[in-house]
Structure formats: structure tokens, C-alpha cells
């Protein structure tokens, strides 16, 4: 093997050389479409491994909807750091549940709480939850507001 | 935040590791880096636009991507790392990563905007509408639409579906009579109208937007098929009652989904054949298996798409109604299957990374605006030109300074509030970049030195493992001697995205340069000839010449960079057990 000094300057001249480096992605790689082709089986197989093996089948909850689910609680954290308005926020949900494959996410029963979770984790009071959720219906008010006060997971 | 399910029960601490990527040509020649908790790994990747996003894919596939596919050894080390610490960090990239989306979500739009705004002002037609083109624009009342009507107003009150036309009809006049026009509310309005009236004049589904599950081997519903997608067919109906009466901005897409996919099951149900929407975006890759892919690729990917959709079908239809995000992968699977025997027939076939939702699109026309269109333009370009300033900013690549390893460092570091949290947590410091710590693997050897590393497991390339497998059949020498050319290798037929080489170099160190040299001769070799044939095929041969030298010239200085790559493997390559040769690889590696 190539003693530390000797192999850090290659590894330097290495990495200077742009055509040879990168961390270019892989999936958008315009030169193989193959590659592109087997990480989308990848991922379906994946999926379906998770639900086939899943304790209740393919209606009910699995670690799919858990993904789903953390992933709205962390962009509802993220909005409320970048902000935004009431518009936006509702489209940034939409994007990332199709993420997911979910457009109709109003009636994901884990969308509303997740939410809350999210509000919870940027340390929102109580009293800015209530304002947050003032003019809201009760229904989505009381599914945030369980989000907002469940323990953390 | 402790997963308290797992601290209560006391089980052994989750998956915490750093993973190294061997370099090899293609995505990451330079080697990659990336950060494996659970089974999940977050590794940050370029991306032609020039950022460098964090990317979160699941460890099978990314193990399937890099490590056989790619054909690059994996180096994993473990931390012991307190469950609290893993699950802040795992917090803050689901987050970093929300943030990078709500922020490419912003360019989109604006990119949007500008592209609307300069058809507006050319006074040509606007870009096509997302979701529009599921929907068929001519037979009207057909028995299913109104069906379907009927459905709905059963669920959402009679007139319901008249009245949220008339809502939609409201948004698109305020648009239309605003001297400020929002033009993400003019296209989300214009949508919604759309699906409303297509739904209201009981319009089915655009015949082009149909895929027959199954491809060349389209199989008849069975009973519990029937039974799943009729269920599916009663969810849509509630889904779009509850559409109709929505408050979100954007409910136009959905709604059109909706009564795509309602018509297509009701097609379904009614010929006994599955008939599912086509997922692939309008913008989707055309590629053309003759000349990007090696010759039987696209036939032996149709075989395994052809497996998985009939195992989606099995999951997904055969154990009960599905729910939306499941049904989506069977029509993922479906789609791919059509293209990829598309692609087997020797026609050209589409393709699109990630994942797929139905959204064939169709142009709209505007409303009579009031806006001035030059100035709408002039606003559009400005907050775009902003906004790729600000992701360059933001997510800007830099060869040494922002790159996957960097980038890694700093979000992991970021998790914690100061150095002193971080050195606990992980039993050591880690600066981005410090100390050539941009290289990939300098920066393993970091982490091996400096955190606290409780295992080091190193995963053979598909190459390492088959050869090592062959040797153990035919003997150390004859499998060498066979496989260290591609003259006569049975483990690897030359891919074009490799180039054009004679020896494999990255299991031969001493005399790597010799190789290189040959290497060399063979990459100029092949340059000469394509120079000849490019008036054949369009340079192609010259190319794969040219990328051979080009990652011929390293070896001259004992650094491997090619290793060979795949474009398919056989499905009993993947069920190989790994962990044998993985310990066998381990212990040489890692003394």
C-alpha cells in the first residue's frame, strides 16, 4: 500500500481532475438509463416487500405510512423556519405526499396530526397553536391539536 | 426525541454507519459518501441544474445501485451511537430535506410562471396543464360519467359539483380581471374548471392515457380483483365528493386523477381486462435501446418488470382494497412494463426517475387577462433569475468545498447545537473538508480514526463477489486468467458508459500501471477506429475510445478509477448471499 502522504496527493490530484469527480446523481445520470430503470424496481420491489409483509395487508398501516408521516411532520417543521403563505403551504403538502404517491392527502387520516407534530417539534405554544389554528374547522383543529400534544415517537 | 418503543424494549441500538463508495466511472467517479441509519440512507448527489441535493433512498436499492449495478465495493463503519442522538439526526435531514424541497417546489413554480408569462406575451398557447390530458375532451354523458355524477352528488349534496364549478369559474374571473395576476392561481383555476366540467358532462378517460396491465401477457381480472377494484371505484367516489367540497388551492390535479383512474377501473370491471393510467410525465426521457442500451438489456429488464408487475398485481389487488399511494405502484409497475416491452421490440421507450403519478398533460387556454403581459414577463423573469441565485447559493456545487462529503459532514454536525454535542454523540469532531476530508475516502479513514467505530463491514462489487466465487470453483489462476481481460471474461460484457479497456485494474496494484499502458494503447486503439466509422455512427465508437483513455491515464499512476459496470443482472446474482464473501473481504481489508 502507498504510505498517508503519498496517497493524500493522489487522492488531491485525483479529486482536481473534474471529469473523474462529482457525486453526480445517479438517477439523472443522462448515460444510463439502466441504472435509472433497475432503482425504480428497486424501489417498487421494495414497497411491495414492506406491504406483503406488513402485519395487517395492504389497507392498513405499515411502515410506508410511517415515512409518509414523518415526512409531512418535518416539512411542516421546515415551513414554519422558512415560512410562507397559507397557499404555499397547503402545495407543499401536496408535494410532498406525492412523494408518497398520495394526491388526495385531505383524507389520509395521518396528515393532520403529522402536522402537528411538525408545529410541535419548532416548539410552537400552545397559545400559537391556537392562533395558528384560528377560522380552522373543528375537526382539522382538534387532528393538529392531537399531533401537537402526542408524546414523541 | 428517543424511539421509545425500541428504548423501552431495551433492543440493541439501530443502525448508525458512514458509508464509503469506491470510485468507478459514471455518477461519482471520485468515490461517494453517504450516511446509513436503519435502512434508510441520506447521501447528497449533482444534479445536471448544478445543485447538490440531499437524496434519501432506501439501503436495498441503494446497495443494488452502487454496489452492483455500479459495480463498487461498499465500506461501511458502524457507531455506537445513543438512539436519542440517531433519531436528532435523522430528524434534521428529514427536515433539511423538506426545506430543499419547499425550496426547488418555489423555482418550479417560477420556472413555470416565466414559460406561461412569455407564451402569454408571444401570444402563443401556454405550456400544457398537468393532469388535463387524462381527461378526454369529446363524448359526453356516456353511461359510466354519469354514473359517476351521480356518485358523487349522491355524496356531496345534489348541485354540489355545479356549485364548485362556480366557485372555480369566480377564481378564474378574478384572475382574469386582476392587474397583478397570480399565474399559479390562473393554472390551478383553469384546471379545476376543467376536471369540474369533465365531471359535470360525464367525460371519461382520454383513451391515450391508458396502459393494459400485464403488457404482452395481460392476464383476465380474477374474483378478488374484481372485488379490490370495485372498492377502489367506491374510494374515488368519496375521494372526489370530498374534492369537490375542498378549500385547497390546488385541488385541479386530484380531481382529474380521480376520474381518470374512476374511469379506467370502471373500463376495467367492465372488459375484465386491467386497464391502468399511463404514469410517465409528458417530460419523460425518450431512450432508444440500440443505442444506449447493450444489446438483450431491454428484453431481460422487460422480464423482471414483467415479475414485479405481476407481483404487484398479487399484493396490491389480491389482499384487499388498496389504498391511493398502493394503487400508484401498480401503475407504476404497469407503465414501466409497457415501455420496457416497448423497449424489447426494438422501438424507442420512455423513461423517468423516481416515482411516477399519472399526470398526462394538455394546454388550457387562458381567459381574456387584463394583465399586461410584458410586464407580467418581466416580473416572472426577475423572481426566477432570484430564485436560481438563491439555490445556487443555497445548494451550489464546489469540487472541493461543497461537495457529497462536505455536504454530509455539515448536515450531520448541523443536528447538534454545538461541537461539544456532536463530539458525544459520535465520539469524535468532524470538520467539512478539514484535512483533505473532501475526498471520499479520506474522509472514511476519518471516521475511522476519530469517531467511534464499533464495526467495519466491507461490501464486495458484484464483480469481487462472482469472481471470488469463481476462483473458489475453478481455481485462484484459471478464473484470474480468464476474467482479467475483457477478451474473455464470462463475468462482464462491455457497457459503453465504461469505454473501451482490455484489463480490469482494480484487483491488481503492482502491476496496474503495465496494465494501465495496455489500457491506454487499447483506448487509442479504439479512438482510431471510431474516427473512421464516425461517419457511420455518428462518433460513437470514437466516444467510447476516447472515455476509455480517459480513465485509462489514473492507472499509469496505480490509482484505479474503472471497474467495470452493468447494465442488467441475472435475478440469481442478486440472491446471493453476500455475507461470506463479505467477511472473507472484511478481513483483508480491515486487519
Known amino acids: 500500500m502507498t504510505t498517508a502522504p503519498i496517497r493524500w496527493t493522489l487522492a488531491l490530484a485525483l479529486a482536481a481532475t473534474p471529469p473523474l469527480t462529482g457525486c453526480k446523481a445517479l438517477l439523472a445520470s443522462v448515460t444510463s438509463p439502466s441504472d435509472s430503470i433497475s432503482g425504480s424496481f428497486e424501489a417498487i420491489g421494495g414497497s411491495l416487500k414492506a406491504i406483503s409483509t406488513s402485519s395487517s395487508g395492504a389497507g392498513d398501516a405499515s411502515a410506508l405510512d410511517e415515512t409518509y408521516r414523518r415526512d409531512l411532520r418535518a416539512y411542516a417543521a421546515a415551513f414554519v423556519e422558512t415560512g410562507g403563505t397559507e397557499e404555499d403551504f397547503l402545495r407543499g403538502i401536496s408535494r410532498i405526499a406525492e412523494v408518497h404517491g398520495i394526491t388526495d392527502w385531505e383524507s389520509q387520516p395521518g396528515t393532520l396530526v403529522a402536522i402537528g407534530e411538525g408545529l410541535r417539534d419548532v416548539g410552537l405554544s400552545e397559545a400559537q397553536l391556537q392562533h395558528t389554528l384560528e377560522g380552522v374547522d373543528p375537526e382539522t383543529a382538534a387532528r393538529v391539536t392531537e399531533g401537537w400534544q402526542r408524546p414523541s415517537s | 426525541m428517543v424511539p421509545a418503543a425500541r428504548a423501552e424494549r431495551g433492543a440493541p441500538a439501530g443502525v448508525f454507519a458512514f458509508v464509503y463508495v469506491e470510485s468507478n466511472v459514471g455518477g461519482a467517479s471520485g468515490g461517494h459518501a453517504g450516511l446509513r441509519l436503519e435502512d434508510r440512507v441520506y447521501h447528497f448527489q449533482r444534479f445536471p441544474d448544478g445543485t447538490l441535493r440531499l437524496v434519501r433512498d432506501e439501503w436495498a436499492r441503494f446497495r443494488r445501485l452502487y454496489g452492483e449495478l455500479q459495480n463498487r465495493p461498499l465500506h461501511l463503519a458502524y457507531l455506537a451511537v445513543d438512539p436519542a442522538a440517531e433519531e436528532r439526526v435523522r430528524e434534521h435531514l428529514d427536515r433539511k430535506w423538506a426545506g430543499q424541497e419547499l425550496a426547488l417546489a418555489r423555482r418550479d413554480r417560477l420556472m413555470q410562471d416565466a414559460a406561461w408569462s412569455a407564451a402569454l406575451g408571444a401570444g402563443t398557447p401556454p405550456p400544457p396543464l398537468r393532469g388535463a390530458g387524462l381527461l378526454e375532451t369529446g363524448l359526453r354523458d356516456a353511461e359510466p360519467g354519469v354514473r359517476l355524477r351521480a356518485a358523487v352528488e349522491r355524496r356531496a349534496g345534489d348541485g354540489a359539483i355545479a356549485a364548485a364549478l362556480a366557485r372555480a369559474e369566480q377564481r378564474l374571473a378574478a384572475q382574469s380581471g386582476a392587474p397583478e395576476l397570480d399565474l399559479e392561481a390562473l393554472r390551478e383555476a383553469l384546471l379545476e374548471r376543467e376536471a369540474l366540467r369533465a365531471l359535470e358532462e360525464g367525460r371519461g378517460v382520454d383513451e391515450a392515457a391508458l396502459v393494459e396491465a400485464g403488457g404482452d401477457t395481460a392476464a383476465s381480472l380474477t374474483d378478488p380483483e374484481r372485488v379490490a377494484l370495485a372498492g377502489f371505484a367506491a374510494g374515488l367516489e368519496r375521494t372526489l365528493a370530498g374534492l369537490v367540497r375542498s378549500e385547497r388551492p390546488d385541488r385541479g390535479y386530484p380531481l382529474a386523477l380521480a376520474i381518470a383512474r374512476w374511469h379506467a377501473a370502471a373500463r376495467s370491471l367492465a372488459s375484465g381486462r386491467l386497464l391502468l393510467l399511463d404514469p410517465f410525465p409528458d417530460d419523460a426521457r425518450w431512450v432508444v435501446p440500440e443505442r444506449e442500451l447493450a444489446p438483450g438489456s431491454a428484453a431481460l429488464l422487460a422480464e423482471r418488470a414483467r415479475a414485479l408487475e405481476a407481483e404487484a398485481r398479487r399484493v396490491l389487488l389480491g389482499a384487499g382494497v388498496p389504498d391511493e399511494a398502493r394503487f400508484a405502484w401498480l401503475e407504476e409497475s404497469a407503465g414501466r412494463l409497457a415501455e420496457l416491452e416497448r423497449g424489447a421490440g426494438g422501438g424507442a421507450m420512455r423513461e423517468s426517475p423516481g416515482r411516477l403519478l399519472p399526470s398526462r398533460g394538455r394546454r388550457l387556454p387562458p381567459p381574456p387577462l387584463r394583465a399586461d403581459p410584458a410586464a407580467l414577463h418581466a416580473r416572472a423573469a426577475g423572481a426566477l433569475a432570484a430564485a436560481q441565485a438563491g439555490l445556487e447559493a443555497r445548494f451550489g456545487y464546489g469540487l472541493l468545498t461543497r461537495n457529497c462529503v462536505t455536504e454530509l459532514v455539515r448536515a450531520v454536525a448541523g443536528a447538534f447545537p454545538d461541537a461539544g454535542s456532536l463530539q458525544a454523540a459520535l465520539g469524535g469532531e468532524l470538520r467539512p473538508g478539514a484535512r483533505l476530508g473532501f475526498v471520499p475516502f479520506v474522509f472514511f479513514e476519518q ?145
Not at chain 2, 481455481?475 to 462491455?494: I, M, Q
Open chain 2, 447 to 591: 471516521v475511522r480514526e476519530r469517531l467511534r467505530v464499533v464495526r467495519l463491514e466491507d461490501l464486495p462489487s458484484h464483480r469481487q463477489r462472482e469472481l471470488a466465487r469463481l476462483e473458489r470453483k475453478e481455481g485462484a489462476a484459471r478464473a484470474y486468467l480468464g476474467e482479467t481481460n475483457v477478451l474473455t471474461a464470462t463475468l462482464y460484457t462491455p457497457v459503453e458508459r465504461d469505454g473501451a479497456f482490455l484489463l480490469f485494474t482494480d484487483d491488481a496494484f503492482w502491476p496496474r500501471p503495465l496494465y494501465g499502458v495496455l489500457n491506454l494503447g487499447y483506448g487509442l486503439g479504439s479512438t482510431a477506429l471510431g474516427a473512421l466509422l464516425a461517419p457511420f455512427d455518428g462518433g460513437r465508437e470514437a466516444a467510447f475510445g476516447a472515455r476509455g483513455i480517459l480513465f485509462s491515464l489514473p492507472e499509469l499512476v496505480f490509482q484505479n478509477v474503472r471497474k467495470g459496470s452493468y447494465e442488467v443482472l441475472p435475478e440469481e446474482a442478486r440472491a446471493q448471499p453476500l455475507r461470506s464473501a463479505s467477511a472473507r473481504s472484511s478481513a483483508r481489508s480491515w486487519p
